[in-house]
């Protein structure tokens, strides 16, 4: 693929140095910004910062993702690829949009969810809409089929829409979102690159590369937040990672989930413990596990530590044990002779893959540390509090 006059290779190396070069000088203006328009995020009760701090600064991710991942796709010469950039600009548009505008005075939650499900059926069904009637191979799909392509885009619908409040609801303290993402982006674009699938693995790059401009504000010590503006677009983004990684037949189909485990379990952990409590689930709250640590006397940096310990001793192992080699040489080598080379031997043949067990263990374990972890917290905070009390 040719993009914009560039060859292959040199856009693979060119663009992700630009990116992360377009992200910080982006954020550098938007510290100036915050602090001019006083986009100054207080501490408090539901707050794990003690300083004030401007807030915002994701909008630079935002701007070297369009130009840099979007916009080279503009100019492929297949439409497919054109219109799938058009869909992902469009959805981190309104995503980033809708951020940008709670950050500046607040917005219902039912007017985020609503923007948010607008953006990921755009996302979806944009190429889908504008897919060549070429690449319907059975011909004219049947009602039955448009129903059910319905309810499973509604149903990746909702999974990008809880990634993109996950990740929102994780992003509390210094560097640990932007680590966290940086972490995924690269993990896939590895395995992408491992499985031959170069032009997701430079996509992917392109991604890590945008949050890295945006790091340094924010990690050790935070100069700039990065807000809903960008929180919501990191979500965004993340499941649409995840979808490059395994919505072609290489690497392993559970890859992404697996990558993205750490963050999972907290925030969907956190989302069961309060629901089951009776609490009011939607509202803001300080309960998450990083949040706990925090509470429990770790610095920022040494919570950050422990979920890239996590990332780093558990995820990535797994993750290169299940993509150790590319995954489908022959994609219909296990496949009865019946199926041919339907949709249904694709399927079959996804599902043979590796990491199912593997994804299993890591919940597992996480569910464990998750527990085991807020169970610590919970104690080393009743023990200060009675040292505090004797003093």
């Not at 938007?30 to 003690?50: E, N, V």
């Not at 701090?53 to 054109?82: D, H, K, N, W, Y």
């Not at 897919?131 to 149903?155: D, H, Q, Y």
């Not at 509202?283 to 006397?297: D, F, K, N, P, T």
């Amino acid at each position: 693929m040719d993009i914009s006059g560039f060859s292959f290779l040199r856009a693979a190396i060119v663009l992700p140095i630009l990116a992360c070069l377009i992200s910080a000088s982006a954020v550098w203006l938007s510290i100036r910004y915050a602090h001019a328009r006083r986009l100054i995020d207080q501490p408090g009760q539901r707050r794990s910062h003690t300083s004030p701090t401007p807030r915002g600064g994701g909008i630079g991710i935002v701007i070297a993702v369009l130009l840099c991942f979007c916009a080279p796709m503009f100019f492929s010469t297949q439409e497919s690829i054109r219109i799938f950039g058009v869909s992902v600009a469009i959805a981190l548009v309104m995503v980033a949009a809708v951020g940008w505008i709670d950050d500046h005075r607040p917005l219902s939650a039912r007017f985020r969810i609503v923007v948010h499900f607008l953006a990921a059926i755009i996302l979806l069904a944009l190429p889908i809409l504008f897919m060549p009637k070429t690449a319907l191979a059975g011909g004219t799909p049947t009602w039955s089929e448009i129903l059910i392509v319905i309810c499973f885009l509604a149903v990746v619908a909702t999974l990008i829409v809880w990634s993109i409040n996950l990740h929102n609801f994780m992003d509390g303290i210094n560097g640990l979102l932007a680590c966290q993402a940086i972490f995924v982006f690269v993990v896939l674009a590895l395995a992408c690159g491992n499985a031959g699938n170069s032009a997701a693995t430079w996509q992917l790059f392109v991604l890590a590369a945008a949050t890295l401009g945006f790091l340094p504000f924010n990690f050790p010590r935070a100069r700039i937040f990065m807000g809903d503006v960008g929180s919501g677009a990191l979500g965004l983004l993340i499941a649409l990672a995840v979808g490059l990684a395994s919505g072609s037949l290489r690497p392993a189909l559970l890859t992404g989930i697996i990558a993205c485990s750490g963050f999972i379990t907290d925030a969907t952990c956190t989302l069961l413990s309060r629901m089951l409590r009776g609490r009011r689930w939607y509202s803001a709250h300080r309960e998450h596990l990083y949040q706990w640590m925090v509470r429990s006397g770790m610095s920022h940096a040494r919570v950050v530590a422990w979920y890239m310990a996590w990332n780093l001793c558990v995820v990535a192992p797994v993750l290169w044990w299940i993509n150790r080699m590319p995954v489908v040489s022959n994609v219909y080598a296990d496949v009865p002779a019946g199926l041919g080379t339907s949709n249904d031997a694709v399927i079959l043949s996804r599902l043979n893959d590796p990491g199912h067990i593997e994804a299993t263990i890591v919940y597992a374990l996480a569910i464990v540390l998750w527990i085991f972890g807020k169970r610590w917290c919970l104690h080393k905070m009743k023990s200060s509090q009675h040292r505090h009390a004797a003093a």
